[in-house]
Structures are given as structure tokens and as C-alpha cells.
């Protein structure tokens, strides 16, 4: 599985972005996805993932209520749905796909990754 993070830039606190992750070749019905994200000076975080088993949603406790994962009706694209962002918000964001529907919050488990694609939360 290929995959390839889009939607980053520079927005205001308080603003919202939308990331998407496209898969290539296969549609993402078979894989648990997750978003994760590293702040400067940091190590790589879990963000939100969703479960190929029944479709259950996962949040930090830093973006819950903010942050809203989905997928497409063709489940080839999964969508981070980011409100009300904030400086530390400040990341680049990387998608995951995982074969297993357990341990979504741990990026070790992760089979694919996209590129990363950049969020700066800026006046």
C-alpha cells in the first residue's frame, strides 16, 4: 500500500485544515488508519486512528473534540478533520496503515506510512 498525505499549510489559531491520505493501488477496507504527528523537538505521537473493525474512532486526549477521523464511502481515503487549531497544533502529520484492527495508538505496529505532509498554526 502506497500512501499519500495532502491538505497541510499555515492557518490561524482557531482555524480549521482538512489532511486527507490517498491510497494507490487498493482501497484501505483491510487496514485500520491512524494519524500521528511530530512537534518540533519531539517524538512521533499518536493523533486519531480508525478501525477496520466496525469502523470505531480513536483521539488523543489533546485533540478530542477537535479532531474528527473519517473515511470515503470508497474507503480509498482517510480524512483528519481539524478544527479549532491551536500553536501546538504545529506538526508534521504522517498517516498510517495497520493490518489489525488493535494497538492503533502505537506507531510501531504500523505496516505503511504516507510522506507526512506539514500543519503550522500561526497568527
Known amino acids: 500500500v502506497q500512501l499519500q498525505a495532502s491538505g497541510g499549510g499555515l492557518v490561524q489559531p482557531g482555524g480549521s485544515l482538512r489532511l486527507s491520505c490517498a491510497a494507490s493501488?487498493?482501497?484501505?477496507?483491510?487496514?485500520?488508519m491512524g494519524w500521528f504527528r511530530r512537534r518540533p523537538g519531539q517524538e512521533r505521537e499518536f493523533v486519531a486512528a480508525?478501525?477496520?473493525?466496525?469502523?470505531?474512532?480513536y483521539y488523543a486526549d489533546s485533540v478530542k473534540g477537535r479532531f474528527t477521523i473519517s473515511t470515503d464511502n470508497a474507503e480509498s481515503t482517510v480524512y483528519l478533520q481539524m478544527n479549532n487549531l491551536k500553536p501546538e497544533d504545529t506538526a508534521v502529520y504522517y498517516c498510517?496503515?495497520?493490518?489489525?484492527?488493535?494497538?492503533?495508538?502505537?506507531?510501531?505496529?504500523?505496516?505503511?506510512w504516507g510522506q507526512g505532509t506539514l500543519v503550522t498554526v500561526s497568527s
Open positions: 480508525i478501525s477496520r473493525r466496525g469502523g470505531s474512532t
Open positions: 498510517g496503515a495497520r493490518s489489525s484492527h488493535v494497538n492503533l495508538q502505537y506507531s510501531r505496529y504500523y505496516n505503511y
Open positions: 493501488g487498493r482501497t484501505l477496507s483491510n487496514y485500520s
